[in-house]
């Protein structure tokens, strides 16, 4: 670079140009440095989980996962009940918080002017900074007495003398169980799922809407033939990061679930256990080394019944987002 | 400055003996309540100068120990007692072990339970369903009590068998004893298991329990006390002893030891000293905070047998503990 002879412009900027190259390297490869570091500590913790769990991955081979006799004493190890437990809780939070997170995001994003929407998704994002022994305080003293009296009752008498689905309402009415459970999950993934289906519907073009509006469309009609369409892929994403928020919660779910290990039964009225509430209850006293290896392999399979959920819905909002790259 | 780690149950009262000694002598004692299990792992692994639990080693565990011989070194009393919520009931229920292992197993499902009713007239008019509540956090107090069921019970013996956590046939569980406490108040019927300390300062109501000499006896500190003292005469030489069950006409069956775990051969001189005198201290002057603490104090004869382990803690063929 000869910028003394022939100084130019465009040389001026070429020259400052390689030393700003220079600190672009270096700030691309910090960043890869940083990212690839996150990388290394998820596969970090992969590795050490299975070598943890190597005495009863060895011991009880696929059996771990489709048994449910859990016996620390006779080392008699089967986590299908606490894998049940988890995937209920959390599809049942899953199907009482999607509706409700969709449509506050959708009032908020489609129909309140910008002083009532953002207040109210405000509110709704701060229940995602309560701690989650707060969430499982009150569900304990407040929300499960209301359960136990009111709503499973009621649920019972509406729908357990149904076919099929009143399998689902059948037994005594204790409010310790995957009812409560889902309920109080539904409420601590409300935040992720309102606010997520709030951007997803916010990135919707407004030539989406306003092309549906000049075809004499109504409110609703725009709604549900544009940017329902258009955002199907994002919501589904939204769901699925609820999901593996709701697989991972511990704490409040472990005061309302009930902690009991028995048998896998249809009955959301059934006392049970999550894979994350049964790693928090056994941990600090699992002394024989199979049953510690027994409780960290249960932590393996919830990390990776998590990382796929995740994956997925990080798939699907990977497909929104480029569709709108696409329209652009 | 020495570390020590785990039982919950004993908690409040080694802090609180610390802090006493810490004021006596300077010495600071730091001491994590992460469960039995975590004390044992952390003696095991040798990461601390000293471990608690409540449920004793096992073979194995005594075997896996890095630093050679543990010794167990009996600290204080702990008593378990059934707790329930029956509006009906008057007077305190009375148990035996054949209803409180039935109860548990399954195999009495209804207060009115002719086996109940013979102990319990009251309970006659009480024809509901019986909800159990267990701990769901393993635990020392858990291991006491099914420690007990296992003695008295040869099927809860061969079906669940002694565990800090085991296999509960049916039941909800709930984590700790204000867990449990709170689970059987807010369920109508239901029947749970607590420390003994933890009932009385809740005013909880709770069952008496038949001993081995058919008497039903009030859980107190006096007959808590008196199990240990019925059975330091055929005491293991080791101290693992389980004293459920125990002899003795007034001696409230229901109870354990918690235990501080120790090596016998200690590498560092100054730790060895500083660990054997608070050792000594506890298991004589500090027995008086105990009871006001809600700790039921270990017998003379047993304090006497601690004494000996601690003395019997050694560096380099010398004896730790400064004087004879």
């Known amino acids: 670079m000869r910028s003394d002879s022939h100084p130019s412009l465009l040389e001026d900027a070429a020259s400052g140009s390689a030393l700003s190259r220079n600190s672009d390297l270096l700030f691309s490869r910090g960043t890869a440095v940083i990212a690839g570091g996150s990388i290394v500590l998820l596969v970090g913790l992969a590795v050490l989980l299975i070598h943890d769990s190597l005495p009863s991955l060895s011991r009880y081979g696929p059996n771990f996962f489709v048994t449910t006799k859990w016996d620390p004493v006779f080392e008699e190890f089967g986590a299908a009940h606490y894998a049940y437990g988890t995937l209920v809780t959390s599809i049942l939070a899953l199907i009482l918080a999607t509706p409700v997170g969709i449509a506050t995001a959708l009032f908020v994003a489609e129909y309140a002017p910008r002083w009532l929407g953002d207040p109210i998704g405000f509110v709704i994002e701060l229940l995602a900074v309560i701690p989650s022994v707060i969430f499982g305080l009150w569900a304990f003293f407040i929300l499960t007495p209301i359960v136990r009296f009111t709503i499973e009752p009621a649920l019972k008498a509406a729908i357990g003398p149904l076919p099929v689905i009143g399998g689902l309402f059948v037994g005594p009415t204790i409010g310790r169980d995957y009812f409560t459970a889902g309920v109080i999950l539904a409420i601590m993934i409300l935040p992720t799922i309102m606010s997520i289906s709030r951007e997803i519907f916010r990135a919707v073009p407004d030539t989406q809407r306003e092309g549906m509006l000049a075809l004499g469309a109504t409110r609703w009609e725009m709604i549900s033939n544009a940017v329902l369409p258009y955002a199907r892929g994002g919501l589904a994403g939204a769901m699925g990061l609820g999901l593996a928020r709701a697989m991972g919660e511990t704490m409040a779910v472990t005061m309302v679930i009930g902690n009991s290990s028995s048998a896998i039964s249809a009955s959301l009225l059934t006392p049970g256990y999550t894979m994350a509430s049964a790693i928090a209850n056994q941990f600090t006293e699992a002394d024989k080394e199979i049953y510690f290896a027994a409780i960290v392999q249960v932590a393996l399979m919830l990390l990776v019944v998590a990382t796929i959920v995740n994956l997925l819905s990080r798939v699907l909002v990977a497909r929104i987002t480029s569709k709108f790259s696409d329209a652009a | ?324």
């Open chain 2, 1 to 324: 400055m020495l570390d020590g780690a785990g039982a919950t149950f004993p908690a409040v009262l080694y802090s609180k003996w610390y802090d006493e000694y810490f004021k006596l002598t300077g010495v600071k004692v730091n001491y994590q309540s992460i469960g039995s299990g975590g004390g044992i792992k952390g003696i095991s692994d040798q990461t601390v100068d000293f471990g608690a639990t409540d449920g004793p080693m096992t073979d194995e565990q005594m075997k896996a120990a890095r630093g050679g011989e543990i010794l167990h070194i009996p600290m204080a009393l702990g008593a378990v007692v059934p707790t329930y919520n029956i509006p009906e009931l008057k007077t305190p229920m009375k148990l035996t072990s054949d209803t409180l292992a039935g109860i548990f197993l399954g195999d009495i499902t209804m207060w009115n339970d002719a086996r109940l009713v013979a102990d319990n007239p009251d309970l006659a008019a009480v024809n509901k369903d019986i909800t159990t509540v267990h701990r769901s956090d393993g635990s020392g107090t858990t291991f006491v009590f099914v420690d007990y069921l296992s003695a008295v019970s040869k099927t809860w013996k061969d079906r669940i068998g002694v565990a800090t956590s085991v296999n509960w046939p049916h039941g909800l569980g709930a984590k700790g004893n204000e867990g449990v406490a709170g689970e059987v108040k807010s369920n109508l019927y239901s029947i749970g298991y607590v420390e003994y300390v933890y009932a009385a300062k809740n005013r909880l109501g709770f069952a008496w329990m038949q001993n081995q000499s058919g008497a039903f006896i009030e859980p107190t500190l006096e007959s808590v006390s008196a199990a240990a003292a019925g059975a330091a005469a055929n005491i293991a030489p080791d101290l693992r002893a389980s004293i459920v069950n125990a002899p003795g006409p007034r001696a409230y069956p229901i109870s354990g030891f918690t235990w501080l775990l120790a090596y016998r051969t200690m590498k560092d001189l100054a730790r060895a000293q500083a660990l054997t005198r608070v050792m000594w201290w506890s298991i004589h002057d500090g027995q008086k905070f105990a009871g006001d603490l809600g700790y039921v104090p270990i017998p003379d004869p047993i304090v006497e047998k601690a004494a000996d382990k601690i003395l019997s803690i050694h560096v380099n063929d010398r004896r730790a503990f400064p004087h004879s």
